[in-house]
Every structure is written in C-alpha cells, then in structure tokens.
C-alpha cells in the first residue's frame, strides 16, 4: 500500500525566547535555526521514515529554499515527480519555541497558496484503489476538497488532519475516513462525532498532546496514553503522530496498533529539535516501544 501525502512546504525560521511575545511585545533570546517544515511535507516526512512508499504533492517557488527541500525529499525517498513550481516564494514558517518546548507559528504561504486543482490532475495516476492519502489544511481547501474527492472516487482511504484549523467544506467531511484534530481543531470544526458518522467519517481520532490521543467511532471509544517524556520541542508532533498513524495502516497494522505505534514515534519527535529532523525511523519507534511504557 502507497501513501499519496497531498500539503505544504515551509522553510521553518526558528527563535528559541524565554516566553512567547504576546501582541506588541519583544522577547530577546538567543538562538535561532532555519530547518524544513510544512505540515504536508512533515508527514511526508514522517510517513517515509516509517518506511511507507510515499509520493508527495506541493508547491515550491523560485528560490533557493525550494532547492533545499526537494534535495531533502529525495534523500528521505520520497517521489517527488509531481511536486509544482510558482513564480513566488517558497513557504515560510516563523516559529517561537519557549522553555517549555511550546511554540507559536505564524505562516507566510507563498507557493503554497498556489496548488491547485490541476495540479492534482497532473498527478492522476498516483490515485490508486487501496492506496492511503494524507491531507491537512495548509494549502487551498478547493485543492484538499478536489483531492478528497477524487481519493474518494478512487476508493482511497482519506485521512484528514484537519490543521491548521479553518472552514472547510462540509463536503470534505464525507470524502474523509479518518480524521484527526487536537483539541482546539476539534472544537473549532464545530461538528459532533455523530455528525460526522452519519457523513460517512469512519474514526474521529483526536490527540491530546501529553495526554495521547482518544478514538472514537460509532461502535467504540479508547484512549491511547501518551509516553512521559521531557519536551524539548513539540513543533511537528503532531505532523509525526499523523505520518507514522498513515504509514502504520500502509504496513499493515491494524487500527489500535497504529495509533500505539503512532504516539511512540511522537513522544521521540518531542524530544528532539526540529520539525522534520525528529522524525523518528521505524527501527527507533520500535526500540522506543521495547524500552518504554506507557
Ligand atoms: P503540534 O501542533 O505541536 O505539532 P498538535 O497540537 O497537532 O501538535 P498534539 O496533540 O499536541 O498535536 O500532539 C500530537 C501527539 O504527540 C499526541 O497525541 C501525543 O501522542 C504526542 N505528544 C505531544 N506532546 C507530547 C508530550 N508532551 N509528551 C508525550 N507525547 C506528546
Ligand atoms: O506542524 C508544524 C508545522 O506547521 C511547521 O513545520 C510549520 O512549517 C507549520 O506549517
């Protein structure tokens, strides 16, 4: 099983402050780092550590930090053919990291905000029966929807991590299998589980950050504790609880499986710098597993 990762890219400019600024207010703090991000390409990311076959759909612009991330796409083995180019910047990521390991983003899309429709035409045939897409929200909802839609056609299983959170189409709802908010998403989709069973939505799986995570369906309700671990940096947790979720189902594990699989790999990525650099590989999600419990 292939999984088709369809999102942005972001070049992640990183400052390490004492506290978050709040509205007005500077915060002086001393380091700073410049590393690959992006929620799509994270999962990608995520989904190839774990050793999935993945292709990745996004936009890069016409600088030099495009460069940067499909040199690293094809070093993690991603296939990278039916990545677009726009004649604008590549996405960009401004991110404060506390001491706590919290952060605050704020997003400058560029190419990003260009994929389109036809971009995903253009990669017709990598919608195949069977095959796992892997969607969130920080690239056009018209171009999730249109994915969805056609995954859907295809008999796709659709997984839906529905940040960072904005209105969507009601539609997309009944395009999806699985869909997986934090909390505040959760809540700022505004919809009841039952709601979105009766649109055709198989598992409502919500992470909890140190909490884990809780599935809901319309037949049961389980909570995946989380692994107590020290934070370092939680940008990109849940980008890897999603990849590894996604790449789990790909190899074969059942749904309860994955997720335990899913909130190991997340409790190493929060222990490491970075957004793409912590993905952790299968070898150490399941050494993490033999070594750790919950
Ligand atoms: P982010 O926006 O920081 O990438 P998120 O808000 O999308 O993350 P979270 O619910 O915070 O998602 O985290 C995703 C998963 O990562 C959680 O379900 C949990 O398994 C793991 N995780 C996050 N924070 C911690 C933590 N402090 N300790 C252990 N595991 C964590
Ligand atoms: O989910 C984390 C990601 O969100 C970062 O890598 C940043 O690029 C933003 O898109």
Redesign the pocket.
Known sequence: MNILVIGSSNTDMTALVPSIPGPGETVVGSGYRVTLGGKGANQAVACARQGARVTFITALGNDSLAQDHLASFKKEGIDTSFIARKPVHTGVALIFVDQN?E?SIGVAAGANDMLSPSDIDAADGCFREGDILLLQLEIPSETVLYAARKAKERKMKVIL?P?PVRNIPRELFSCTDIITP????LAALGIAPEKLFEMGTEYLIT???????KLVSSGESYI?P????R?VD????????NGAFAASLAMGYDIRASLER??AA??I??TKEG?QAAMPTARETELFIQNNSI
Do not use: I, S
């Open positions: 390991g952060n991590n940040a934090n909390r505040h998403e992470t909890l950050g140190a909490e884990g995570v995946v989380a692994y107590k671990v934070p939680t940008v990109g947790a849940g980008d890897c609880f899913a909130v997340a409790a990525a929060v957004a």
